[in-house]
Nanobody
C-alpha cells in the first residue's frame, strides 16, 4: 500500500505565499517523477513537474513565482508558491510515479487534494 498525504493549503491574500507538501509512505521501492496539478472549475492543468534527476518544468502561468523541489530521503515533494494571484485559486493535487516494493512496474499515485484560495 502506498499513500500520499498533502498539507499546506489555505487562504491567502494576493501577493502572499504558501508552501505545499506531499509525503509518500508505504511499500515504496523507488519514486520517479513528482508533480503538482491543480483543478479549478472546468480546468485542470499541470503546475510543475520534477524528475528523479531533479529537472523541473513549469506551466507558463506560474513560471518565476512557483518552485518545485523534492526531498528523496523523506519521499516528499514541495511547491513553494510566491506572489500568489486570485487566478491561482484551485484544488492542488500532488502526483508521484512510484515503483512499489515487490513489483517492477511504476504506478501513478495521487494525493487527496488541498484547497488554495487567493483573495483579491
Amino acid at each position: 500500500q502506498v499513500q500520499l498525504v498533502e498539507s499546506g493549503g489555505g487562504l491567502v491574500q494576493a501577493g502572499g505565499s504558501l508552501r505545499l507538501s506531499c509525503a509518500a509512505s508505504g511499500s515504496i521501492f523507488s519514486i520517479n517523477n513528482m508533480g503538482w496539478y491543480r483543478q479549478a472549475p472546468g480546468k485542470r492543468e499541470l503546475v510543475a513537474h520534477i524528475s528523479d534527476g531533479g529537472s523541473t518544468n513549469y506551466a507558463d502561468s506560474v513560471k518565476g513565482r512557483f518552485t518545485i523541489s523534492r526531498d528523496n530521503a523523506r519521499n516528499t515533494v514541495y511547491l513553494q508558491m510566491n506572489s500568489l494571484k486570485p487566478e491561482d485559486t484551485a484544488v492542488y493535487y500532488c502526483n508521484m510515479v512510484i515503483v512499489p516494493i515487490g513489483t517492477y512496474y511504476p504506478r501513478s499515485y495521487w494525493g487527496q487534494g488541498t484547497q488554495v484560495t487567493v483573495s483579491s
